[in-house]
């Protein structure tokens, strides 16, 4: 009985922490325009959020651990060097490039704007990014105890506009001729970027598990099931009625409306400026508590890459000011920065994600290169296309390969890969298996 108490409480407390690391405010931006995108089909789009913003994000955590605890023994069946530029990719590509800068324009769009239209957003850009950079340099406990009162602060906020989208909703759904919304929506919640952030923030919970005294793998999976359970549910309830909010409220905005200022202008006819104010002070304390945490790791991690040469303190400056000079552009163009990015990667996590869940059926290392390096060639394609960079002769490949008019041109790939892979490799000596 006592046991189960335990289990329970730790289980709440590893899936509050979970949760609170997937809500970035940052990405708040995203449910409300692909609702407002979906309009009468959003059931279908709110689907395709789940898939990709929700569901894949908590499988990469239970994905790591099943396959041994660290991103490093997830990937090390593709090759000795994946892991590192898999990493780097993520650090410098991705975080230090889009999500890190993205937190300052979202700061500004839907904090600063709102309340101070005047201030521009370069000197929101620098006010945020010299406080980025004092919390992140001075490694404090102080920005830990405020995102524990900035995350329920900011949940009860969006909980109230949520609870009020459905009690009193700002109108009905309208058609908006979307040919495929759940796909389109599995697509845009790339932008998220929490299935990246499960696969290499997972070591963070599962030694979090394991502190709390849960050794054996019964126990450890037990809570680490519980916490994806609980983290799952609130991320649904948040991200599904923000949704919904966006569909019901579609045809009072142009079709053109960016991301942020579609929000705002939710919460304003919901809960007028009050509500308004609210959304804006608690978004913008969360994505500075967001940024510095991935601030953070990403010095933490170039620091020990570079093995000291370059130093934890410089890489903080390094990142804040890409960050001061990316975030000036706008919420929409890093969206649109981020695009051939975000497909060049995904695939390729999503089917980690599904190795590291699947593995005691994988046959041999071979099917993890087989797949992988298919996989890799075909999102390479696709985010030269996203990207603007047209070649007909890659056209031609992506076209002829079935399911890619629904953004999964990488999966048949995949099987092909899985299957080739898997013989080439039974039938190769073991000395050259090796030297791959």
């Keep these: 009985m006592n046991e189960k108490k335990d289990i329970t409480r730790d ?3 590893v899936g509050f922490a979970l949760f609170a690391t997937f809500f970035g405010a940052g990405n708040l931006i995203f449910p409300p325009s692909i609702g407002a995108a979906s309009g009468t089909s959003w059931l279908p789009g709110l689907l395709g959020l ?16 099943n396959a041994g605890g660290s991103f490093e023994q997830l990937s090390r069946p593709m090759s000795k060097w994946f892991n590192t530029v898999f990493n780097l990719f993520a650090m410098l590509a991705i975080a230090t490039s889009i999500t ?11 904090g600063i704007a709102p309340l101070l239209p005047g201030v521009p957003i370069i000197v929101t850009s620098v006010a945020f990014f010299a406080l980025n950079f004092y919390f992140a340099n001075d490694k404090s406990n102080v920005i830990d105890k405020i995102g524990k009162i900035l995350t329920p602060a900011l949940l009860i906020i969006l909980l109230i506009i949520v609870a009020t989208g459905f009690i009193a909703p700002v109108g009905s759904p309208s058609a908006t001729g979307i040919e495929n919304p759940f796909t389109s929506a599995f697509l845009e919640a790339y932008q998220t ?4 952030t499960g696969l290499l923030c997972a070591t963070v919970f599962i030694s979090m598990i394991h ?3 849960y050794i054996d793998e019964s126990s450890k999976k037990k809570v680490t099931f519980n916490a994806a359970i609980i983290s799952a549910t609130g991320l649904i309830i948040v991200y599904g009625g923000l949704l919904y909010i966006g569909a019901s409220g579609n045809s009072l905005f142009p079709a053109d409306t960016n991301r942020a200022a579609l929000l705002i202008g939710l919460v304003e006819k919901l809960l007028g400026r009050a509500g308004v104010t609210g959304l804006s002070i608690a978004v913008v304390l969360a994505c500075l508590t967001t940024a510095i945490g991935i601030t953070a790791s990403v010095a933490d991690f170039m620091s020990s890459f570079t093995r000291g040469k370059i130093s934890y303190r410089i890489w903080v400056g390094i990142v804040c000011i890409v960050g001061i000079f990316q975030s000036s552009m706008g919420v929409e163009a890093i969206i649109n920065l981020a695009g051939p990015f975000f497909f060049a990667c995904y695939p390729i996590a999503i089917l980690l994600t599904l190795f590291g869940l699947f593995k005691k059926y994988i046959p041999n290392d071979g099917a993890y ?8 060639i075909v999102s390479l394609m696709e985010s030269l296309s996203v990207a603007g960079i047209k070649s007909s002769f890659i056209e031609k ?14 999966l048949i790939p995949a099987i092909a ?10 039938l190769t000596p073991q000395s050259k298996k090796e030297n791959i």
Excluded: M, N
Aim: no cysteine.
């Design 11 to 13: 289980s709440i407390i």
């Design 50 to 65: 789940i898939a990709t913003g929700i569901i894949l994000p908590i499988l990469s955590v239970l994905a790591v651990s």
């Design 100 to 110: 890190i800068p993205r937190t300052a324009a979202t700061t500004h769009e839907l």
């Design 193 to 196: 970027g929490d299935l990246l």
């Design 211 to 213: 502190g709390k005294g």
């Design 369 to 376: 290169k087989g797949a992988g390096a298919l996989v890799l």
């Design 397 to 410: 490949i992506l076209a002829a390969i079935p399911l890619s008019q629904y953004g999964f041109a990488w």
């Design 417 to 426: 890969g899985f299957i080739a892979g898997a013989l080439i490799f039974k």
